[in-house]
């Protein structure tokens, strides 16, 4: 038995993980897999009707899961970063998530506003996901002299920063702190190598702007040599702003991407698109040994949610992702398929990509596929 957090979330999150659920229900009809779920209703609401974000309770309930469904936090009624930083990455941090596997495949049948038709995206991308500029540290100074104290807590090192300002002849000023540690460099590159290898592909594209942010991506790189030769798979440097034009304009060079965790965030929604949206994007925060969580790539779309637009591709494959992860690689590649195959169809189109079908229509389609085939 497995037993599986779920946390629907704000706008189209609680939509399409009601899709990726179902999905699951059929898997576990036609495979004799049993899953357990569990909701937690965390999100704008509960934190709008109770003022708690996460509770360390909830975080230890949590804890105890094989894996967690996440569909997606934000709310325009909430102040920026509240529910994303308090729960997605609190969430993250906490279960030291650190490698975000986001693999961008353009699926036949999808229209891709990047990429003609016919052409081949199959690429794993992988995004570190405990550290650069996504730690929290920072912070807002008057002019004058002061004194700010930092702390950056993660389950396998602390690290305490007390930053001096003196600042003269300007009112205000605001910094933000990005770290990479050599440990936190290592893992994520050696998953992304050891991924390659395993996947038969010679060369690893590793992301950075070490032209300018020299000494956080002067670490990674060195980390990324040494990885790079452990492994003995050839690697190339590559600044962000060239992989973007590059993912543009020939996506299909690339096979495999590792990227620290701000650039990730960027270049996977860049990745979307060539997928044909938002709404196609998987995702796995991934702790290989311990609880990983799997969500889309797509936020809370508050401009089309209850409205039976989104589209739940996305999650469905996280869900996929999350199967793998569990160890059931075959019931993976069943539910790949059986998306491939009604988006193949073309019989089922979501509005996104200009079709009709509602979001619970497409789950439906997915199912019936999934146990007829
Ligand atoms: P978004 O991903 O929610 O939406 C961007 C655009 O893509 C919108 O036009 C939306 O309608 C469309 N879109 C997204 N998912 C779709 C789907 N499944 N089907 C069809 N169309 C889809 O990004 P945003 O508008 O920048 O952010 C909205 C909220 O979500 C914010 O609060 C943001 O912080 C949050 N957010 C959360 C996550 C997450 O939970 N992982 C990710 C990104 C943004
Ligand atoms: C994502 C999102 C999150 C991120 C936000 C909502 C914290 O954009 O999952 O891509 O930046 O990682
Ligand atoms: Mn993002």
Not at 84 to 103: A, S, T, V
Not at 196 to 204: I, T
């Amino acid at each position: 038995m497995q037993k599986v957090g779920v946390i629907p979330g704000d706008g189209i999150g609680p939509e399409v993980v009601k899709e990726a659920r179902k999905v699951l229900d059929a898997v576990s009809q036609k495979r004799n897999l049993i899953f357990e779920f569990e909701e937690f209703p965390l999100g704008a609401k509960h934190y709008l009707d109770t003022g708690e974000v996460l509770s360390d309770e909830t975080l230890q309930r949590l804890s105890k899961k094989d894996a967690i469904l996440l569909g997606a936090m934000g709310d325009p009624r909430v102040k920026p970063g509240v529910l994303e930083k308090g729960i997605l990455l609190r969430l993250r941090f906490h279960f030291d998530q650190y490698i975000n596997l986001r693999p961008i495949k353009l699926l036949e049948g999808v229209p891709s506003p990047l990429v003609d038709t016919g052409r081949k995206v199959d690429i794993q991308f992988v995004r570190e996901n405990t550290e650069d500029f996504y730690v929290g540290l920072g912070g807002r100074v008057k002019e004058g002299l002061s004194k700010t104290e930092l702390e950056l807590k993660r389950r396998t090192y602390e690290a305490k920063f007390e930053v001096g300002v003196d600042l003269e002849d300007e009112p205000e000023l605001a910094f933000q702190i990005g770290v990479i540690t050599r440990s936190g460099a290592r893992r994520v590159l050696d998953f992304a190598f050891q991924l390659a290898k395993s996947k038969k592909l010679n060369l690893v594209t590793c992301v950075d702007k070490a032209n300018v942010l020299t000494e956080m991506y002067g670490l990674w790189r060195e980390v990324a040599d040494e990885v790079s030769m452990k492994h003995g798979i050839e690697r190339e440097f590559q600044y962000v702003d060239a992989v973007a034009l590059h993912m543009v304009r020939t996506p299909e060079r690339f096979r495999m991407i590792v990227s620290p965790n701000l650039f990730g965030d960027i270049l996977t929604d860049l990745g979307a698109a060539i997928q044909g949206g938002l709404g196609f994007a998987p995702s796995g925060n991934i702790n290989p040994s311990g609880v990983s969580m799997f969500e889309p790539v797509h936020g809370s779309a508050p401009d089309i949610a209850g409205k039976g637009l989104a589209n739940p591709v996305g999650a469905i494959l996280s869900s996929a992702l999350m199967l793998e992860a569990l160890g059931h690689k075959d019931a993976a590649d069943d539910v790949e398929r059986s998306v491939e195959d009604i988006l193949k169809s073309g019989k089922h189109r979501t509005a996104d990509i200009g079709g009709k079908t509602a979001t619970s229509k497409f789950g439906d389609a997915v199912v019936s596929n999934l146990l007829r085939r």
